[in-house]
Nanobody, 115 residues
Framework: QVHLVESGGGLVQAGGSLRLSCAAS???????MGWFRQAPGKERQFVAG???????NYADSVKGRFTISRSNANNAVYLQMNSLKPEDTAVYYC??????????WGQGTQVTVSS
């Protein structure tokens, strides 16, 4: 069993930056970890993922602006978000498993970008 807890969300102006953290408890070895987001009235969508060997994958909408990283020693994954846009506003969820089949989810953290 894996338990995920996100932190770092908040309110920021357009063009600003935020860093999300996701702390995991339990065995995450061999799992991909990463982030999805869900805006009001929309489906949850993939944002970024990273595997155990730290190979990364990004949604086209965030490439060049967001950077995902992972600390296997600390059992944590991070999302550095730069050049934020109002359309990045959403609840951001950490996952463990695979981007196509997340097995575990965090509770979510709100990110709001004002124009």
């Amino acid at each position: 069993q894996v338990h995920l807890v996100e932190s770092g969300g908040g309110l920021v102006q357009a063009g600003g930056s935020l860093r999300l953290s996701c702390a995991a408890s339990g065995r995450t070895y061999s799992y991909d970890m990463g982030w999805f987001r869900q805006a009001p009235g929309k489906e949850r969508q993939f944002v970024a993922g990273i595997d155990w060997s730290k190979v990364t994958n990004y949604a086209d909408s965030v490439k060049g602006r967001f950077t995902i990283s992972r600390s296997n020693a600390n059992n944590a994954v991070y999302l550095q978000m730069n050049s934020l846009k109002p359309e990045d506003t959403a609840v951001y969820y950490c996952y463990a498993g695979s981007s196509g089949n997340p097995l575990y989810w965090g509770q979510g953290t709100q990110v709001t970008v004002s124009s």
